[in-house]
């Protein structure tokens, strides 16, 4: 870390520190992802000043690949946006605070790609069991349902997921808090 820093090591991050950084890494893991994307959140988004790799590596004590790769998948969402400090020829990273923009993100990245892929299995399933009828299963009329069922989750979740997108596209009011 630069000696000009602001930084303080991870056993002096002060208790805000602390719960925002053990709270993005729940929202994290919960969304599938690795818990030091959930840190490194944290710790940018109660960062005033903008924080380099190496800042970001020694303050949450991970290494340097782990905090690269955590910034990787942040960049991936626009949960980050890079800056630079004159003088000085490393990248700073600041948190994105655009809930929608992230969002947006984390859906068209992580989500809608899935559940495409989803839907094609289904339409594939399908047309086995047309082709193959009998041949395929021993009772075909209980794979139909259990395919109809399927279709109507996947055309459920197809319906939230484009609700979400919508909400997330809608300008937020001045003072919302975004």
Same mark, same amino acid.
């Given at each position: 870390?630069?000696?000009?820093? +602001?930084?303080?090591?991870?056993?002096?991050? +002060?208790?805000?520190?602390?719960?925002?950084?053990?709270?993005?890494?729940?929202?994290?893991?919960?969304?599938?992802?690795?818990?030091?994307?959930?840190?490194?959140?944290?710790?940018?988004?109660a960062?005033?000043?903008?924080?380099?790799?190496?800042?970001?590596?020694?303050?949450?004590?991970?290494?340097?690949?782990?905090?690269?790769?955590?910034?990787?998948?942040?960049?991936?969402?626009?949960?980050?946006?890079t800056?630079?400090?004159?003088?000085?020829?490393?990248?700073?990273?600041?948190?994105?605070?655009?809930?929608?923009?992230?969002?947006?993100?984390?859906?068209?990245?992580?989500?809608?790609?899935?559940?495409?892929? *989803?839907?094609?299995?289904?339409?594939?399933?399908?047309?086995?069991?047309?082709?193959?009828?009998?041949?395929?299963?021993? +009772?075909?009329?209980?794979?139909?349902?259990?395919?109809a069922?399927?279709?109507? *989750?996947?055309?459920?979740?197809?319906?939230?997921?484009?609700?979400?997108?919508?909400?997330?596209?809608?300008?937020?009011?001045?003072?919302?808090?975004?």
């Amino acid at each position: 870390m630069s000696e000009d820093s +602001n930084s303080t090591p991870a056993s002096q991050l +002060n208790p805000m520190e602390q719960a925002l950084i053990d709270f993005f890494m729940q929202v994290a893991q919960f969304l599938g992802l690795p818990k030091s994307v959930g840190q490194i959140f944290g710790l940018l988004y109660a960062s005033e000043p903008a924080l380099s790799l190496d800042d970001i590596s020694e303050r949450l004590q991970i290494s340097r690949g782990s905090a690269s790769t955590g910034l990787t998948y942040l960049r991936r969402f626009d949960a980050v946006r890079t800056t630079f400090v004159l003088g000085d020829r490393r990248e700073f990273y600041q948190v994105e605070t655009d809930t929608s923009r992230i969002a947006q993100s984390f859906l068209a990245d992580q989500v809608d790609p899935d559940i495409q892929a *989803w839907g094609e299995r289904l339409r594939f399933g399908r047309e086995m069991l047309k082709l193959a009828g009998p041949l395929a299963v021993a +009772n075909p009329e209980f794979a139909d349902s259990r395919l109809a069922l399927l279709e109507r *989750w996947h055309g459920d979740i197809t319906g939230a997921v484009k609700l979400m997108h919508e909400h997330f596209r809608k300008p937020r009011e001045a003072g919302s808090g975004q």
